[in-house]
């Protein structure tokens, strides 16, 4: 059994909209969930829209502090009660679902991803730009591109410069908040292979959020299916078959994974 990366203990997280007085139920956005990520694996996480991924992804990379329950990344509780522990966002980065807020806009690409290399890993500004270039490359983003700031930029390019920028930190675990799903199929391949090259070269474990299925399959191991803040399935992706989902919503999703294979390749 490899080593635990990431240890969730049933986390709860409810928001409440427009305070106690309010008429409207608060929303279990995640309820009782409880997952582990070992170094190097790849999970992935279905559901439909509101089902809580975004919410526990957050939980997960120490950005939204759950109500009760446990995180713990490489060992360390993440959110103590004396307050968050930053040293997490050297071990797990996210991507967000739009990452336009993320990035910078005083800064070129290459500077954004260029940062963490300075200031988590103290290069030499020639080093860190260097490796920016080669990430940057990795990720299918040109020279061009890279001396661009980001607003300059497509949504598919800002996309790939913050994937840059989460793998520059060197993080042992990146989570991917439908991060390549709105990606040209050449360019999500791209990603998804260099997602497995960095698992096997660098130990990389991944966990990657989108309503596709069929790229989950694609590059994960085990596939977490959520529903009303909860997991509700755990399924390993190897042979999986329509049969082998008990819950009416995955078996929907796998019924209809044919159509969207030809709908990528159209
Ligand atoms: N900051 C917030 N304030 C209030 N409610 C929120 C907040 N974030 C999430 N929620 C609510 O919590 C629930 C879970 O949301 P979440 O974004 O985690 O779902 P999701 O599975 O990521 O959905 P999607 O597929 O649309 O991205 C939803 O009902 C959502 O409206
Ligand atoms: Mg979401």
Same mark, same amino acid.
């Given at each position: 059994?490899?080593?635990?990366?990431?240890?969730?203990?049933?986390?709860?997280?409810?928001?409440?909209?427009?305070?106690?007085?309010?008429?409207?139920?608060?929303?279990?956005?995640?309820?009782?969930?409880?997952?582990?990520?070992?170094?190097?694996?790849?999970?992935?996480?279905?559901?439909? #829209?509101?089902?809580?991924?975004? &919410?526990? !992804?957050? +939980?997960?990379?120490?950005?939204? %502090?759950p109500?009760? /329950?446990s995180? $713990?990344?490489?060992?360390?509780?993440?959110?103590?009660?004396?307050?968050?522990?930053?040293?997490?966002?050297?071990?797990?980065?996210?991507?967000?679902?739009?990452?336009?807020? #993320?990035?910078?806009?005083?800064? &070129?690409? !290459?500077e +954004?991803?260029?940062?963490?290399? %300075?200031?988590?890993? /103290?290069?030499? $500004?020639?080093?860190?730009?260097r490796?920016?270039?080669?990430?940057?490359?990795?990720v299918?983003?040109?020279?061009?591109?890279?001396q661009?700031?980001?607003?300059?930029l497509?949504?598919?390019?800002?996309?790939?410069?913050?994937?840059?920028?989460?793998?520059a930190?060197?993080?042992?675990?990146?989570v991917?908040?439908?991060?390549?799903?709105?990606l040209?199929?050449?360019?999500?391949?791209?990603?998804?292979?260099?997602?497995?090259?960095?698992?096997?070269?660098?130990?990389l474990?991944?966990?990657?959020?989108?309503?596709?299925?069929?790229?989950?399959r694609?590059?994960?191991?085990?596939?977490?299916?959520?529903?009303?803040?909860?997991?509700?399935?755990?399924?390993?992706?190897?042979?999986?078959?329509?049969?082998?989902?008990?819950?009416?919503?995955?078996?929907?999703?796998?019924?209809?994974?044919?159509?969207?294979?030809?709908?990528?390749q159209?």
């Amino acid at each position: 059994m490899a080593e635990l990366l990431v240890e969730v203990e049933s986390v709860t997280k409810t928001y409440r909209l427009g305070g106690r007085l309010a008429r409207k139920p608060p929303t279990v956005a995640v309820g009782g969930v409880s997952v582990a990520i070992a170094a190097g694996e790849s999970v992935g996480v279905v559901g439909e #829209s509101g089902s809580g991924k975004s &919410t526990l !992804a957050g +939980i997960i990379c120490g950005l939204v %502090r759950p109500d009760s /329950g446990s995180v $713990r990344v490489a060992g360390r509780e993440v959110y103590a009660r004396r307050g968050l522990d930053r040293t997490i966002w050297r071990t797990v980065q996210m991507v967000f679902q739009d990452p336009y807020t #993320s990035l910078n806009p005083a800064m &070129t690409v !290459a500077e +954004i991803v260029a940062e963490p290399s %300075r200031l988590w890993h /103290g290069m030499d $500004r020639r080093e860190a730009d260097r490796r920016a270039l080669e990430l940057l490359d990795r990720v299918g983003l040109s020279a061009g591109a890279a001396q661009s700031r980001p607003d300059s930029l497509s949504g598919g390019q800002r996309q790939r410069a913050s994937i840059a920028r989460a793998l520059a930190v060197s993080p042992s675990l990146v989570v991917l908040d439908e991060s390549v799903s709105a990606l040209d199929v050449s360019v999500q391949a791209q990603i998804l292979q260099l997602l497995l090259d960095l698992r096997r070269e660098n130990d990389l474990a991944y966990m990657l959020i989108s309503h596709d299925i069929s790229v989950i399959r694609l590059v994960c191991d085990r596939i977490l299916v959520m529903n009303g803040g909860e997991v509700v399935e755990e399924l390993l992706s190897a042979g999986l078959t329509e049969e082998a989902a008990r819950h009416p919503y995955t078996r929907r999703l796998l019924s209809a994974v044919p159509t969207m294979a030809v709908d990528r390749q159209g």
